[in-house]
């Protein structure tokens, strides 16, 4: 079976294949960030959301340079990683770049992490160089020591102890003419990114240079509206095209935020932190074109909707991390009139998307004009190759059919960072994404839940986030979060929910609505509890194990 119109395949044994890439990747991260920053030159790079300071692209370049240089004099150079700890602001990115381009090894945390698991990562990778802020400092002095490691600390400030970023943004011998070193093999690993830490703790994910550029190549140049599009739509020639979203460098998707603007010359806002009230402040000033939100914070941004707030501006939404109920996606479509509702689903491990749906790809136009397909992830991207696998027997099977998601692809990672991951593949080499999906007779896939947040009740498989989505159903519940909770038969369905301000209702009627709309076996058996927030990851995911903790230890 096929579809020519989206250019996929399928085989008798329900093996789904897409073409190769339209353009592959000749150059290292370095030498295409150097080449497009200096091609958009005069273009605006960012913009500090609180301040509304700018920088074009040859400023953030020149200061690349220049880090660049200063890293080489400290015997930077080819293997050696460098980490980022550090919230975002307008310099944030230059070490970002300025790995690149001596040919290191890029690996982030996040400042907000507890001690133990900066811990962990930084014994992981075991970093030559940390840029960091000032208030995580004294935490990794702590850490460095515990597990002995002489990385030098590069303060985003004042220090009496550390060197001062500043120093590295001095003028250099050589800036003139400077190019990026050469990458002789695009396979290598230019990034290390972890994996989420919803399950267990991150392990790093290492990123080619081929893999990265290419993914940005297989979906930026397809899902960017062209400037004139744009422009006639903004009516304001003065703006630049502006993205909007909240992640750190830490996150892949904030490393494609970068990488894809140097790509299309367009400029990102730089946010520290998300606010719902104040993200509505930024859409008036800013008028961003893209906003790329947690589901979270789409929900509180939602939440907060200010009716004198002009949003013609916004031409794609797209809610990244996890899944949204398909209630806050019409909501979305009806609060921003002119945008194309992104759709796309992916794992750090193939560094972007494995499904997708575009704005200017006629073919995914229809199947997104469908109210009935408001919740797909999108159909194949290029490159790739995917089975749905049945979890008990292993058996591929076809489509309407949940199963776990297998894939082939250009784009796999290079293995976990000093860690085995055979077990991630199978025999036959497929990458095990962990996920529940399934797809229809359009090749449309939709994304059930991950394994291992999915349980069983007397043998029937359990799917938390379809009981999430009906408790989103109700008028009441801002935030609805479910958990197993372990009992003779298998584990009972458990509702944690969040109210929204000014409701008040029992947590009996929230069950007793439930009930009445799914099957026996789904029914929430373990209750409904009213808690008044949710603990998240640093990428705005719901920590289920660490609730799931809090009420069987009694604090919920």
Not at 26 to 33: I, P, V, Y
Not at 84 to 112: E, K, M, W
Request: hydrophobic share 40%; charged share 25%.
């Amino acid at each position: 079976m096929a579809n020519p119109s989206l250019n996929i395949t399928m085989s008798e044994d329900n093996i789904i294949t897409t073409p190769d890439v339209a353009i592959k990747p000749t150059q290292s991260m370095g030498w295409f960030m150097f080449t497009n920053m200096k091609k958009h030159k005069d273009n605006i790079a960012q913009i500090d959301a609180k301040t509304g300071q700018k920088d074009t692209f040859g400023q953030l370049l020149q200061r690349s340079i220049r880090t660049a240089l200063h890293m080489s004099d400290r015997k930077i150079s080819r293997g050696d990683v460098i980490t980022l700890c550090t919230r975002n602001h307008l310099n944030a990115a230059v070490p970002y770049i300025a790995t690149q381009f001596v040919g290191a090894v890029i690996g982030s945390i996040d400042p907000s992490f507890s001690e133990q698991e900066m811990n962990h990562l930084l014994n992981t990778i075991r970093s030559k160089m940390i840029f960091a802020i000032p208030e995580s400092v004294p935490v990794l002095e702590k850490v460095l020591q515990e597990i002995s490691l002489d990385a030098e600390i590069v303060v985003f400030g004042q220090s009496d102890k550390h060197t001062e970023f500043s120093d590295f943004l001095k003028p250099h011998v050589g800036e003139e003419g400077y190019e990026p070193v050469k990458i002789d093999n695009l396979k290598d690993t230019a990034v290390i990114h972890f994996s989420s830490g919803t399950t267990g703790l991150p392990k790093g994910i290492c990123i080619s240079h081929y893999t990265f550029i290419g993914q940005m190549i297989n979906s930026r140049f397809i899902d960017t509206p062209n400037d004139t599009y744009v422009k006639n739509v903004t009516k304001d020639i003065s703006l630049p095209l502006t993205h909007l979203g909240y992640t750190s460098l830490y996150w892949v998707s904030a490393g494609a935020m970068l990488i894809g603007s140097t790509i299309t010359g367009h400029c990102r806002l730089v946010c520290e932190t998300f606010d719902g009230p104040e993200f509505w402040n930024y859409i008036q000033k800013y008028k961003p074109c893209f906003v790329m939100l947690t589901p979270v914070q789409a929900i509180e941004a939602l939440a907060n909707v200010r009716k004198d707030v002009d949003v013609q501006c916004v031409l794609n939404f797209t809610v990244i991390g996890s899944s949204i109920s398909k209630e806050y996606l019409f909501k979305v479509l009806e609060t921003f009139p002119n945008a194309h509702l992104g759709a796309g689903y992916g794992q750090t491990e193939v560094c972007g998307p494995l499904t997708m749906l575009v704005p200017n790809d006629k073919h995914h136009a229809v199947l997104r004009a469908n109210p009935d397909k408001i919740e797909t992830a999108g159909v194949p991207v290029r490159g790739t190759s995917y089975k749905v696998v049945d979890t008990d027997t292993e058996k591929t099977v076809g489509f309407n059919q949940p199963g776990e998601l297998r894939v082939k692809s250009t784009f796999v990672m290079n293995g976990y960072y000093n860690k085995d991951c055979s077990d991630t593949f199978d025999e036959d080499g497929w990458l095990k994404t962990g996920d529940i999906v399934y797809y229809d007779e359009d090749f449309c896939f939709y994304v059930v839940d991950r394994i291992k947040e999915a349980f069983k009740y007397q043998g029937w498989f359990i799917a938390p986030t379809v009981l999430e989505n009906e408790l989103m159903n109700h008028p009441a519940v801002k935030i609805a979060v479910v958990v197993g909770i372990p009992k003779d038969d298998g584990h009972h369905p458990m509702g944690l929910v969040v109210l929204k301000d000014g409701f008040r209702v029992r947590e009996e009627e929230i069950e007793k609505f439930v009930e009445e709309r799914v099957s026996e076996r789904q029914r929430l058996r373990a209750g409904v509890k009213f808690i008044e927030s949710v603990p998240l990851t640093v990428t705005g995911k719901v920590m289920r194990r660490k609730l799931k903790q809090m009420v069987l230890e009694g604090k919920i």
